[in-house]
């Protein structure tokens, strides 16, 4: 099977770009012909990106030409805006591709994406209605909000009639966006997998030194959650990552026991992994399906998951605790981490989760069912 795969890059880095990565070694080491297209929103400006996105997007006749001189069977699109749009869809239906839409956000509904905003999940804007996102000023300016508010308005129905399947990385998040507006019969869930150089041989989780958080550091992430439960039981706690809420995690952990390691390689962040004794996901916004979760099950790590979108489905019911409920994770920390033995065993249980469900031949086996239609 041959398949181009379609990307827009974010300003910032993320998970997106992994997974956009991870499936492209994936399908070239099962024997597929796999070429990947690849446009940057850094490079466009802002100006460039709010034009690109209100027109559908920008020269589809590369698409079309690529899906040619591949004789693509399948063009797997991940984030589309704003400069491949839906008429990229357009242009590899036209030459002959089936189109797949994968989903990893709320990005067709949400001028930011996450759906969070004020301290809460927000799901204000919904079908074509994202007058909301433009009267709140979601992308900061006026012009901009208005720009992503009539873009998203305008696509949304075009990228949805030019998908042969939209698939999302969580059950949750395929349901949440149906809730949304999104066809329910061309809606499907697929969950991110982690490489098999990725799961471990054993937990090690016994022998932990510290809890571990990882991630961007900003509100949503609900990083100062896991400060806070980790000064009130006593448990070491490194946090890996960078972002804009920083300095207030750093002056909510003055005179606790918290290391701060700024962005890490992803070698050094698998290496920091494996000396944890747990991992913590605190999340406030709906996340999907976050590596952060999915890398520590597969080392064998027991994680403390919040019960946000995706992650009660990735980590197990008996692992998830309440957003907004600090005192929560401060309870099931502490008797997590007096209790080395259960550590091995939730560890060994993650470890088991993980390869039975999150592997490479299970993502395959879905994906290609999607392929085949």
């Known amino acids: 099977m041959r398949v181009l795969l379609l990307h827009n890059r974010y300003r910032a880095q993320g998970g997106e770009e992994r997974a956009v990565a991870d499936l492209q070694v994936l399908l070239r080491e099962r024997g597929h012909d796999v070429e990947l297209l690849e446009r940057s929103s850094a490079a466009a400006g802002r100006v460039g990106a709010a034009t690109a996105l209100a027109r559908g997007g920008e020269d589809p006749d590369q698409v079309r030409d690529a899906v040619r ?20 869809l357009a242009a590899a239906r036209s030459a002959g591709a089936r189109t797949v839409v994968h989903l990893h956000n709320f990005r067709l509904f949400c001028a930011i994406s996450i759906a969070y905003r004020d301290g809460a999940a927000c799901f204000r804007c919904r079908g074509r209605n994202t007058l909301p996102g433009l009267r709140l000023r979601c992308r900061g300016s006026l012009p901009e909000a208005a720009a992503y508010a009539f873009g998203l308005h305008r696509q949304q129905p075009h990228l949805v009639a030019q998908a042969d399947v939209l698939v999302a990385v969580s059950a949750a998040t395929a349901q949440r966006l149906v809730g949304l507006g999104l066809p329910a019969a061309q809606t499907r869930s697929v969950p991110n997998f982690v490489p098999a150089a990725g799961f471990a041989g054993r937990s090690e989780a016994a022998a932990g030194e510290y809890a571990l958080v990882s991630g961007r550091l900003v509100e949503e992430k609900g990083f100062d959650t896991a400060i806070e439960a980790a000064r009130a039981a006593g448990v070491p706690l490194v946090v890996a990552g960078e972002g804009p809420d920083a300095p207030r995690l750093r002056s909510l952990a003055h005179a606790a026991d918290v290391r701060f390691t700024g962005r890490l390689a992803a070698g050094a962040l698998a290496e920091l992994r494996r000396g944890a004794g747990a991992v913590l996901v605190p999340s406030r916004w709906e996340e999907p399906c976050p590596y952060s979760a999915l890398d520590a099950l597969a080392a064998g790590v027991p994680v403390l998951a919040s019960d946000q979108g995706g992650l009660p489905e990735l980590v197990g019911d008996e692992a998830v605790l ?15 981490w007096s209790d080395p033995a259960a550590r091995a065993e939730r560890g060994a249980q993650a470890l088991e989760r993980a390869r039975a469900r999150f592997s490479e031949q299970a993502y395959y086996d879905r994906l290609m069912e999607i392929y085949s239609g």
């Open 69 to 88: 001189r591949l004789d693509a069977d399948v063009v797997h699109a991940h984030n589309l805006h704003p400069l491949f749009g839906w008429r990229a």
């Open 322 to 336: 309440p957003a907004d409920q600090p005192r929560r994770w401060r309870e099931a920390l502490e008797a997590l």
